[in-house]
């Protein structure tokens, strides 16, 4: 049986489309849209997020875009960056806060997160770039049809690696392999990416680069190693500290590739 069901669907056209959605939030609730800005960055853990989002700097801009979900922004007029999170894990909620922010102006897009360590030599904390992601979840096949992987965007994706390299800490660049079943990572498949030379499992990228290659917005992804699935059992580490250091430098280097400008790389000096 193919994916999705219904043959050649990537090719239709869309029944609602955000177009259609921001054209009604605009009607029914006088909604202005948002601010123009640099970029915006996609955050998946609600905690650190609102440590961010609390810290110097960032200020809540309420839409009904994003509803009861978090938008925070940085700076102000032409170098204002954006961060949206507090939306839920996984590849539709992600898929759709991209979709309606792309709609509504935003052309660049980065997400950062967790990810597991599938290659033994990756440490806790460790930082990820990704440079293509394997297509094993269920939105990326209703945006592109056929190939087993998709690419981020080249160009924000070295210059978020740029960033990063200047972080001190290990930076590895490499596949990612996308599926939003945990549950169902098997040994098998877990043995057979490692020997493909994917470096880390996560729930978003594939998808969220299937919908911005659609969109024709920008998109690079990053992570950090909160786990490792490289050994003979799982080995879990969500609690140290290098994990949540291992975000900020994401996030701040995530702030910097949007805004692309040496004069501009400023950054609140603590959250």
Known sequence: MAFPQYSGKQELTPYLSPDKWVAYLRQAHGWQGIPQMRG???TFSPGFFDRVAAGPGWHELESPLTGSHGFYVLGEDANVVGMVGRFGIGAPAAANRLEDLAAAGVRRFIAIGLAGALQPEMEVGDLVVCTEAVRDDGVSHHYLPGAARVLPTHG????LAGELSRSGRPLHRGPTWTIDAPYRETVEEIQHYRDLGVLTVEM????LA?????RGVEFAAAFTVSDSLAGESWNPHFADPLVDSGLELLLKAAVLALRADPAQETYPDSF
């Open 204 to 207: 978003e990228a594939a998808a």
């Open 40 to 42: 915006v960055i996609i």
């Open 210 to 214: 299937a919908v911005a290659e659609v």
């Open 156 to 159: 924000l994706t070295d210059q």
